[in-house]
């Protein structure tokens, strides 16, 4: 059994709905002659198999309620930013749109993680039309927004990549190569960030 119940179609039909709104407020920044809110959006349902693994994991019941309520990551959308200014500016434009709320916030770009990765997580409370597990509508429900600037996406990639081949020789020599990378590559991304600010004060 699914463990999405009658929820999977419409778990796909309020991640879609969730892209179209990020898509119109960048369409909304670009209309104002603003620079861009991002590059590129990544999104998934996470698989039926994977919510299983983690309600057991997390010791919670394997039902529909679990995955939909307890668990807050079965839609979940990557924000991928040309600049650390544009994941500001997407979260000041989140925390101002009226059809969800930010209900948890994880910065790991200001504290990284020991190994390096940098990324802003949020958790989102959409408001939908669809019929929630609770019964209600407009029905609410959960996804996790991930914000990085293409250096982070592209550092983070990597690691995942590197992490799950099997019998790697000098772990410990090779971890401490990708925080020294994830580093000089925050330094980068601060760099640009200080050349846009210069070009724009000199129109």
């Known amino acids: 059994m699914n463990i999405y119940g009658d929820y ?10 969730l892209l179209a709104k990020i898509q119109q407020l960048n369409q909304q920044a670009i209309d104002l002659h603003q620079p861009k809110l991002y590059e590129h ?6 698989t039926p198999a994977s919510m299983v693994e983690k309600c057991q ?9 679990s995955a939909l309520r307890k668990c807050k990551d079965a839609i979940w959308v990557r924000i991928v930013c040309n600049f650390i200014d544009d994941i500001d500016h997407c979260l ?13 916030e994880k910065d790991y770009i200001t504290n990284a993680k020991p190994n390096g990765y940098r990324s802003y997580h949020v958790i989102l409370d959409l408001r939908t039309p669809y019929q929630d597990i609770d019964g209600q ?14 250096a982070m996406d592209s550092w983070a990639s990597l690691e995942h990549e590197m992490k799950y081949k099997l019998n790697i020789q000098n772990a410990a ?14 330094s980068c991304d601060v760099q640009m960030q200080t050349i846009r600010q210069l070009i724009n004060e000199s129109k």
Request: with cysteine.
């Open 8 to 17: 999977e179609d419409t778990l796909n039909q309020v991640m879609e709905d």
């Open 41 to 46: 959006l990544i999104s998934r349902i996470k």
């Open 57 to 65: 994991r997390k010791g919670y019941p394997v039902t529909t309620t």
């Open 92 to 104: 000041s434009l989140l925390h101002k749109a009226d059809w969800c709320s930010i209900v948890k």
């Open 137 to 150: 509508v407009p029905g609410h429900f959960f996804a996790e927004i991930q914000l990085r600037t293409i």
């Open 173 to 186: 020599r090779i971890g401490k190569e990708l925080k020294r990378c994830a580093d000089q590559l925050a």
